[in-house]
């Protein structure tokens, strides 16, 4: 995260930004169950055995927001507070407000109903573009450099066998004999992942990066003499 810092890559936000997109994030119907939850954790007898979980996913929550992680990087924490939700509010309700339990599935539904072409692939982009101009609530950036009008876990779905079909064909371009020392360097993950995954059906070696796990694995046996770089223009 440090790294990711310094290249200014992350939308940095602020405290109250960073739980109010966790809200969001999590479906806002599903906030008293794992806010219960967490209470539950720290305040009642039953909990007390896990209060680890709920130290944890505050040490957790700390992290990020100091460190200015993606708002997303803490959803595997909340399948946790859940649980600890769903056994406390089946103890609170046991004997009294049945009611609630019901209230809280409608609430769940309802918001689940209403968010999920936001996070799901059921409409298709214009569409979607004109359904999220209708909602009374903006999905936030992550990313600095993201300016698409879809979102970013949608947006960049698109254009990979494109781009990957652009680099076959320079490399396709060069002799036989050069095809055989050129290696491609591309500039991220996403870019070398798409080269990796629809590449060789046509006839491309794998790619190399310094992005992310890419540096980790460094270039392979690879004799270079021509490099193909995949430069980003804006």
Known sequence: LRNVAQSNKNVVLSLGQFLAQQVLLMNPGTLPIWVGGLFWLFAARKGRPYLSL??????????????????????????????????????????????????????????????????????????????????????????????????????????????????????????????????????????AAAIDFFGPALGLPHAISGHQNYYLWGPGDYTVTTMLILAQVD
């Open 54 to 191: 709920g130290i944890a996913y505050l040490v957790t929550l700390a992290e990020f927001i100091l460190l200015h992680g993606k708002v997303y990087y803490l959803a595997p924490a909340y399948p946790m507070l859940f649980a600890a939700g769903a056994v406390a509010y089946e103890d609170w309700c046991r004997e009294r407000l049945t009611w609630v339990k019901p209230m809280l599935l409608a609430g769940v539904v309802a918001m689940g109903a209403i968010l999920a072409p936001v996070v799901l692939p059921i409409l298709p982009p214009a569409t979607l573009l004109a359904y999220m101009q209708a909602l009374p609530i903006s999905v936030p950036r992550t990313e600095t450099s993201h300016t698409a009008a879809l979102p970013q876990h949608f947006s960049d779905q698109f254009g990979w066998r494109e781009l990957t079909a652009s680099v076959a064909r320079a490399y396709h371009s060069l002799p036989p004999n050069e095809q055989r020392t050129t290696a491609t360097f591309a500039q991220n993950y996403g870019e």
